[in-house]
């Protein structure tokens, strides 16, 4: 099995926040399904130096309830594990993130993350989407006994908000209009660009990156024309799929 394939869901981004052998220095950690879409770092790197993470904060306002269950953990079985952990009044996306190695040990983590046995997270019935369940009660609670100081700053921009929707792709370009990092988690993530949300933005930077290296445009032209083909026959199959149904659905109603 080829070592990528061998770190596990997120699981490499846990290897960094346990090791010791960085001695505590910082990094920014990414997904792969993220552009900057302007100078966030500007902002970023000072908040760095005086803090141990910094998490782009979401709030919900009302009863969390089925909610927090369903997005990031069952909060009973959290005050299980820790009796006195509280509510923080925030979550966070762990996509992106600026933090520390020596993060946490991995007494902390014990009985939801095994740092030497693969697949390496245990107990995922109680925590079934693995570091953001885990992370957005560890680090607040490490927060509330004062061993970790997080810093909140909103730079992280979910894909399918209308914020991102209407984000002027001249103001991406100029880099200075949107400070921030642009996600497309969860949703669908296609070799043919062409065919996912603010396609714009990602053909931008896929242009710009096959201008950097040798050979550039014949390396971006035959992929995008084989993941072309590949959209369209798909896209076309999807269409005479949804017209059979409609049609079965048609002759069975009228027997």
Same mark, same amino acid.
């Given at each position: 099995?080829?070592?990528?394939?061998?770190?596990?869901? %997120?699981?490499?981004?846990?290897?960094?926040?346990?090791? +010791?052998?960085?001695?505590? $220095?910082?990094?920014?950690?990414? +997904?792969?399904?993220?552009?900057?879409?302007?100078?966030?770092?500007?902002?970023?790197?000072?908040?760095?130096?005086?803090?141990?993470?910094?998490? %782009?904060?979401?709030?919900?306002?009302?009863?969390?309830?089925?909610?927090?269950?369903?997005?990031?953990?069952?909060?009973?079985?959290?005050?299980?594990?820790?009796? +006195?952990?509280?509510?923080?009044?925030?979550?966070?996306?762990?996509?992106?993130?600026?933090?520390?190695?020596?993060?946490?040990?991995?007494?902390?983590?014990?009985?939801?993350? +095994?740092?030497?046995? @693969?697949?390496?997270?245990?107990? =995922?019935?109680?925590?079934?989407?693995?570091?953001?369940?885990?992370?957005?009660?560890?680090?607040?609670?490490?927060?509330?006994?004062?061993?970790?100081?997080?810093?909140?700053?909103?730079?992280?921009?979910?894909?399918?908000?209308?914020?991102?929707?209407?984000?002027?792709?001249?103001?991406?370009?100029?880099?200075?209009?949107?400070?921030?990092? /642009?996600?497309?988690?969860?949703?669908?993530?296609?070799?043919?660009?062409?065919?996912?949300?603010?396609?714009?933005?990602?053909?931008? @930077?896929?242009?710009?990156?096959?201008?950097?290296?040798?050979?550039?445009? /014949?390396?971006?032209?035959?992929?995008?024309?084989? %993941?072309?083909?590949?959209?369209?026959?798909?896209?076309?199959?999807?269409?005479? =799929? $949804?017209?059979?149904?409609?049609?079965?659905?048609?002759?069975?109603?009228?027997?």
């Amino acid at each position: 099995m080829a070592v990528a394939s061998r770190q596990g869901w %997120s699981a490499a981004k846990m290897h960094f926040y346990l090791s +010791d052998k960085l001695k505590g $220095k910082k990094a920014l950690l990414l +997904d792969s399904d993220i552009v900057f879409t302007g100078r966030v770092l500007d902002r970023l790197i000072p908040l760095s130096m005086v803090n141990d993470v910094i998490v %782009s904060p979401e709030y919900y306002k009302g009863n969390e309830g089925e909610w927090l269950k369903k997005q990031y953990y069952d909060i009973d079985i959290v005050q299980k594990i820790h009796p +006195d952990f509280k509510l923080p009044g925030y979550y966070f996306n762990c996509g992106q993130l600026i933090a520390r190695s020596e993060l946490f040990t991995s007494e902390e983590v014990k009985g939801v993350f +095994d740092e030497k046995e @693969f697949p390496f997270w245990l107990n =995922r019935g109680d925590f079934p989407l693995v570091d953001q369940a885990v992370l957005n009660y560890l680090l607040p609670y490490k927060e509330q006994k004062k061993e970790i100081k997080i810093a909140r700053d909103v730079y992280y921009i979910w894909i399918d908000t209308d914020t991102a929707k209407e984000m002027d792709l001249n103001g991406v370009i100029e880099g200075k209009k949107y400070p921030y990092m /642009l996600h497309w988690a969860g949703k669908d993530r296609i070799p043919y660009i062409y065919g996912m949300i603010r396609s714009d933005i990602l053909v931008y @930077f896929q242009k710009l990156y096959f201008q950097k290296i040798p050979y550039g445009k /014949l390396k971006r032209f035959f992929p995008l024309v084989q %993941s072309g083909m590949d959209y369209f026959i798909r896209s076309y199959y999807r269409q005479l =799929r $949804k017209k059979y149904r409609k049609v079965r659905s048609k002759k069975n109603k009228q027997k």
